[in-house]
Every structure is written in C-alpha cells, then in structure tokens.
C-alpha cells in the first residue's frame, strides 16, 4: 500500500490523532472533517503538540481475545509538521496491548497521559523528557 502525502498546507495546525499503521508501518494521521475522523496521509516524521494519548479498553479487549491487532490506541493532538528546527532531549514512548492498558514511558514503565509535544522519528515515538517545562516556546 502506497503512502497517502499529507498537503501540510491544508493540515498544519489542525486537531489529529496518529496512531501506527499495521498495514504499511507508517504512522497513520487522521483529522475531523465535518464529524468524523478521516485518514489525511501517512508519515514516518511528524509532531504533535498538546497531545493526550487514547486507549479503548474494549477494543484493547477484542485483541487480547482475538489474538488479532486493531487500530485502538492513537495520540491526539495539533500537527505541528515533520520535524522541529531544534530536538529537545527525548525518551521513547511504549505502548503494547498484550502487556498494559496504557501508553508509558519506555524506560521506566511510568503512565503517560499527555505530553506537549509528540515527536515521531523514523516511525519511533518519542516526547520529551522535561514534561514539566512547556515546550510550545518551540514554535
């Protein structure tokens, strides 16, 4: 399946949820037209400000019976773009359906519910490390 280009012209800036693609390996992006979410493109490279991270348990639910991955989980957020001019310091993200009920920090197992900004690079999820300090003076 052939990568869907994002017009960033039309999508900067606006509501999107992201969430791994199972079929291509992308990050999918999706943004509300009228009142549904609709797929806009397909990225390897992109980021999320003011992002909450969303699970539904009983989709969650249907996989661990099904044995069988669906799309569930997503973060949710403004799409800022594919990359920022300056990276700040990182910690990928984990989220794993067979193993916990939510997306956490990889290294320490810790709860992560929102981040201010959600960095994707090379199709690896990422926010930064200080969720304390606002990174929105970024842009």
């Not at 999508?11 to 199972?22: A, D, E, H, I, K």
């Not at 400000?49 to 669906?70: M, P």
Request: with cysteine.
């Amino acid at each position: 399946m052939a990568a869907r280009e994002v017009d960033w012209n039309i999508c900067r800036g606006l509501p999107t949820r992201t969430y791994r693609n199972l079929n291509n390996g992308l990050m999918s992006i999706q943004q509300k037209v009228k009142n549904s979410w609709i797929v806009v493109g397909h990225l390897d490279n992109l980021v999320l400000k003011s992002t909450t991270f969303h699970v539904s348990e009983a989709s969650r639910q249907r996989v661990l019976k099904e044995g069988r991955k669906n799309v569930h989980a997503y973060g949710q957020g403004f799409l800022v773009g594919k990359a920022l001019p300056k990276l700040p310091s990182v910690e990928p993200v984990f989220y794993c359906p067979f193993q916990q009920s939510y997306f956490s920090w990889q290294r320490t197992g810790e709860r992560l519910d929102r981040a201010d900004l959600l960095i994707i690079i090379d199709n690896q999820v990422y926010c930064p490390v200080e969720e304390t300090q606002s990174q929105l003076a970024l842009f």
